[in-house]
């Protein structure tokens, strides 16, 4: 079958450095998406890899080890709005999106 | 910027009644999908559609149906609402130009039926 796992919750400080974990067993791989959905809100993009490696994006960096079945989202100088769940969701062989139950991001001050 | 509205946030109904859920989204895209949210579990695909009159099954098609008769409006039916259909529901679309394409959400719905 076809698994994303990611961790339930996760608290850290403002100010800090967090990484979410997220690994997948799927059918195939045609990418990885990382979305940030705040309570009560839609989930809205934040990343997508592709190749190996890291990307990154202002505070926020994501990376890829296709071979680990593996990725994480890297959250820098943490704001208080960064407060959310955090969804990983994979492109299966047929191009069909798997995702992960989401990481709620607790932070404090 | 993309935008896709829902037709309710908020909806109270009881069993057996039939449901609709309207999703709008205004840039011309070819894809949109329908998923529920439930805590604990990922987001569900429901039914999705890449073209005007098309659809196909997702993972849980079971007591829903959908209707796409305009290329910015795609709506989710429960014929027969129960108990166990209550759940956040998410529409979403993407441009369908690149498979890849990233899909763009709507608010939500968050449906009781009691």
């Known amino acids: 079958g076809q698994n994303i796992d990611q961790p339930t919750e996760m608290t850290a400080t403002e100010g800090a450095i967090v990484q979410i974990n997220c690994t997948y067993q799927?059918?195939?791989?045609?990418?990885l998406f990382w979305y940030q959905q705040h309570a009560g809100e839609a989930p809205t993009f934040l990343s997508y890899n592709v190749l190996d490696g890291l990307e990154e994006k202002g505070r926020f960096s994501s990376f890829l080890s296709r071979s680990k079945g593996y990725s994480y989202l890297l959250l820098k100088e943490l704001q208080m709005k960064d407060s959310a769940s955090y969804l990983c969701?994979?492109?299966?062989?047929?191009?069909?999106?798997?995702w992960g139950a989401g990481t709620k991001l607790i932070i404090k001050p | 910027d993309v935008k896709v509205t829902q037709s309710s946030r908020y909806l109270v109904k009881r069993t057996g009644e039939k449901v609709f859920l309207e999703c709008v989204q205004d840039?011309?895209?070819?894809?949109m999908f329908w998923y529920r949210q439930d805590p604990g579990l990922g987001l569900r695909l429901i039914y999705f559609?890449?073209?005007?009159?098309?659809?196909e099954k997702g993972d849980i098609p079971e007591g829903y149906s959908v209707s796409r008769e305009k290329k910015e409006r795609f709506s989710l039916i429960l014929e027969s609402a129960s108990t166990n259909q209550t759940s956040m529901y998410l529409c979403?679309?993407?441009?369908?130009?690149?498979?890849?394409?990233?899909?763009?959400f709507g608010p939500g719905t968050r449906l009781t039926v009691l």
């Open positions: 559609s890449y073209d005007v009159k098309m659809k």
């Open positions: 799927t059918s195939g791989f045609n990418g």
């Open positions: 840039m011309d895209h070819e894809n």
């Open positions: 979403a679309s993407s441009s369908g130009t690149i498979v890849t394409d990233t899909q763009y």
């Open positions: 969701a994979v492109l299966d062989s047929n191009y069909q999106l798997i």
